[in-house]
């Protein structure tokens, strides 16, 4: 028969003589839970991997060195785990490779030099924004050039292309195969005082030819029943897309609560951006617009994406505005999007970013690709990731404060003290006391006596052991804009 106290651990029909007392640890954890949280790298690996395929690893404070050794010297997955890790010491990383598509092709481009420099000089050659330069002697062939243009790339440790050269033309090709390389950003002469020399012409051939990127379905089933709240996925194209929206949406949903996010970047200009923008329409993913700019997207989308989680894992609402991107070189001035088209591209799921004075590149605003509800009008609910990650976040703590006060307890209408036994009006008390710690401490929700109004507790008419809850907190918001007007007087 139980005793009139409820205990874990000390038996009901002891008769030997003593003094037993357990420890229940509880009650120790009243404050906020901690939310883990871990970022995942999706991306090619290289033949000369030592990882395989679909097989999470976890990156530390060496994560390019590491990357280079488990995926391949030079690939994609090297480059994101190498460009992320710059961007924050602690956040948690991981990386997960994808083998090429068996039917894909590689993308390829080319520098073609012609005429004789006429004086010496430098020839800086970009390639996905890493700097390559030769010297150039007056007088040279172009094919003696275009060799030891060639020879230098090859030489350069970590690009994602290898060369070749045949009279004159220096012939880049990816290292992996798919869409991807096509974005591979080929440019001469990046910052001022860089010029080709006298005499000399050079002229870029494009990245393009890639084609059949990998199925991140294998992907999504070997990472099957785990979490990882932000993930790069640099595949843009259309099957893949669905595959990973659905995959979120479950997840998000409450039998999984596994919440995780997409992050991408996508290249192109303001129209082809938009138009983009205006085919998808999920909460659960997020893209960076890029036009112009030097740094692949999808470095550019790690480095992104590990400055938002570093943020987001302190203060999931306060705005990622101004958060600097290290290493992300920015678009020529002249490519940068004004404020109207970044306004429009705000509107069509497109985030976006600004330069600083010192050429820095920064955050602007991190939206989902979420516009319409499911009756096509516009809705604003999921539109700003602040806004998914704080709700995230509320959910999560609602759920640790009920599995962390009821963890083995009998359900009834009337508290019986001393005894693990749970009512609605006890639960309610658990609720209101969260949200007053998510108020007053961690300034997550507001309004609290409007909480308190609309919560709804109560067991179940269906299921004597299930009690069902209505919970209403009030997000905070951001402060974005601030319009005034100046009345003054003469």
């Known amino acids: 028969m139980a005793e009139n106290v409820s205990y874990n651990e000390i038996p009901d029909n002891l008769r030997v003589p003593g003094i037993f007392i357990e420890i229940d640890p509880s009650k120790a954890a009243g404050g906020g839970t901690v939310q883990e949280r871990r970022l995942l790298l999706v991306g090619q690996r290289l033949t000369a991997g030592t990882v395989p395929a679909r097989t999470p ?44 598509d068996a039917a894909g092709q590689a993308a390829s481009g080319k520098v073609t030099l012609t005429g004789s420099p006429t004086a010496a000089g430098t020839l800086c050659l970009y390639i996905g924004g890493a700097r390559v330069r030769i010297g150039v002697a007056a007088a040279e062939t172009v094919a003696t050039l275009a060799g030891r243009l060639a020879d230098t790339v090859n030489a350069t440790s970590g690009l994602p292309v290898t060369a070749t050269a045949a009279a004159g033309v220096v012939t880049l090709a990816c290292r992996w195969k798919g869409e991807t390389g096509n974005d591979l950003d080929l440019r001469l002469n990046y910052y001022d005082g860089e010029q080709v020399p006298a005499g000399l012409t050079a002229t870029i051939t494009a990245m393009a030819g890639g084609s059949a990127n990998p199925d991140v379905q294998p992907m999504l089933d070997a990472i099957a029943g785990q979490q990882y709240y932000s993930i790069v996925c640099p595949y843009t194209d259309g099957a893949n897309l669905t595959v990973l929206e659905a995959d979120m949406a479950e997840r998000f949903g409450p039998m999984e609560r596994l919440t995780g996010h997409v992050f ?14 205006n085919g998808r329409n999920s909460p659960h993913v997020s893209t960076f617009g890029m036009h112009d700019m030097p740094t692949s997207p999808w470095v550019v989308a790690s480095v992104w994406a590990t400055v938002a989680e570093s943020s987001g894992a ?48 920064l955050v602007e605003v991190i939206i989902t690709n979420y516009q319409t509800n499911s009756f096509g009008l516009p809705d604003i609910s999921l539109l700003r990731l602040e806004t998914k990650w704080t709700v995230d976040y509320v959910r999560f703590r609602f759920n640790a404060a009920i599995a962390r006060d009821y963890p083995r307890h009998k359900l009834g209408d009337v ?23 998510l108020a007053s401490e961690d300034g997550l929700i507001e309004d609290i006596e409007g ?13 004597p052991n299930r009690v069902n809850a209505v919970l209403t907190p009030n997000l905070v918001n951001q402060f974005d804009i601030f319009a005034g007007a100046v009345q003054y007087r003469l």
């Open 57 to 100: 690893v976890r990156l530390g404070s060496q994560a390019g060195d590491q990357a280079a050794a488990a995926f391949g010297l030079g690939s994609m997955l090297h480059q994101m785990a190498a460009a992320a890790r710059d961007a924050d010491d602690y956040v948690d990383i991981w990386a997960i490779a994808l083998d090429d």
């Open 264 to 277: 991408n970047a996508k290249r192109g200009n303001h129209a082809q951006l938009t138009t983009w923008g």
């Open 451 to 463: 909480f308190k109004r609309d919560l709804i507790v109560k067991r179940s008419t269906q299921n």
């Open 314 to 361: 302190n203060d999931p609402a306060r705005p990622f505005r101004s958060l600097v991107l290290p290493g992300v070189l920015p678009p020529p001035e002249k490519s940068r999007f004004t404020r109207a088209e970044r306004n429009l591209a705000l509107f069509d799921g497109i985030s976006t970013f600004t330069v600083d004075q010192g050429g820095q590149v």
């Open 415 to 437: 508290a019986i003290p001393g005894q693990a036994y749970a009512t609605p009006a006890t639960i309610r008390a658990t609720l209101i006391a969260e949200a007053l710690a």
